[in-house]
């Protein structure tokens, strides 16, 4: 947590804004990497502060302006997600070449081992991009130059232990940190007996042990977990889909209505009656088995002051591709007998494959589509929620995608998105 959240942004910031110390022999002037400063630097701030509302809940505590916030108590979750999420795509441009490929090789590597799944071949490149990465810190920054010393610092040295501790004692997220200091806090702030403090937090934990052990064997006692919205459908395998819905089938034309139709008359098998309208009940969000709520265009286009949890990772045709939705609803195939629950939903284009291999995959642009590439799909090839934050205008349609760092790793320990009763 330390290294990735506080320890690796210190060292990099301080070197883009040039608050590191330079020492008598150097001179800032031959800095070619520092360009966070003055009128960029509050731009950069400006961005960052204003992907905010694209960036779903299930992100947290999104980042706050860091040219405005950043020494007012900035949280490890910010930097985090303001380096690694935001940063490729909103630094391009900024740093020169050299150096934002070198932060983005140290970003795809970090993102690898975020992953609760690490396959061999993943662990392979992210070694290998660390190693890398840490050898070109040298070269562009350290520069072999006795009066830049003290720009290696352990933090640096560190990236090359990480895939190797992970081999030897597992992924960093099932040892992290985060856990172990909020139980601390927790237990802290149930001390009754200072006189005799130790003696008093050790029978705390025993308790906080005995109450989680008993409800991990009946559920039932646990009185925080919330149970659906008044209105929910309960789609079993961690699926719920929740209101606003509408309160009669609503028949559904235009663009809409011809995508529909098009999936039906495929699954189905046969071709509609002329004239033939589909109609539907809309659902506006859906809970996903990581503990995720979407929303959908049809609410969000009607509310204020909002962070948008609309876009999705969803599987079409083999492929993984990034989409909006419009609305949720269900389906009776007569063919079959069955009911789908289906979303319709506007596919981004495919995002660009020479930005992706220059900035070794972590900037995924995409095009926004609108009703020119409406597709319907199974709520169960929806993989994730994601971010989709405009380049430039947003009337202009480019989008970069944002994916939580962690988040199959938190909803692992039973980690839920609130599911309120509004919209």
Sequence with gaps: MHLHGLNIPDLFLSLWRGTMQCDPEDDKGTWDWMVLIDEVWSKHGEDVARATQYLPGCFDK?????????????????????????????????????FWKHFCKLVRALR?????????EHLL????????????????????????LHFCRQSIHALLHIVPEIIRVGPGGYRSQWTLERTIGNIGEEIKQHSNAYANLAQRGKRRCQVNALKAMLPSLDSSRKGPPQGALDLQNGYILSPARDEFVQTVEGAYGKAISQYLEEEEGQTANEGWKPAVRRW?????????????????????????????KVQIYGDILYAEVQFFFQAAIQKT?????????????????????????????????????????????????????????????????????????????????EMDEDP
């Design 112 to 120: 690898l081992i975020w992953e609760r799944k690490q396959p061999r």
């Design 125 to 148: 490149e992210a070694h290998r991009l660390l190693c890398e990465a840490e050898e070109e810190f040298e070269k562009l920054y350290y520069q072999r130059k006795s009066s830049r």
């Design 62 to 98: 999104p980042p706050r302006n860091p040219a405005e916030r950043m020494n007012s108590g900035y949280k490890a979750q910010e930097y985090i997600t303001w380096l690694y999420v935001l940063g490729p795509a909103l630094l391009r441009g900024i740093l020169p070449d050299k």
């Design 337 to 417: 007998n069955e009911e789908h629950t289906l979303a319709l939903v506007s596919v981004y284009s495919a995002p660009d494959p020479e930005l992706l291999q220059e900035s070794f995959q972590t900037v995924a642009q995409c095009e926004y589509c609108g009703e020119e590439s409406l597709e319907i799909i199974n709520i169960t090839q929806i993989q994730s929620g994601v971010a989709m934050i405009p380049i430039g205008e947003e009337e202009e349609g480019m989008h970069f995608v944002g994916e939580k760092l962690g988040l199959d790793i938190e909803s692992m320990g039973g980690a839920r998105e």
């Design 284 to 312: 506006a969000r859906l809970e996903l088995p990581n503990g995720q709520v979407l929303r959908s265009l049809w609410k969000e286009s009607k509310m204020d002051e909002l962070r948008i949890a609309r876009n999705i």
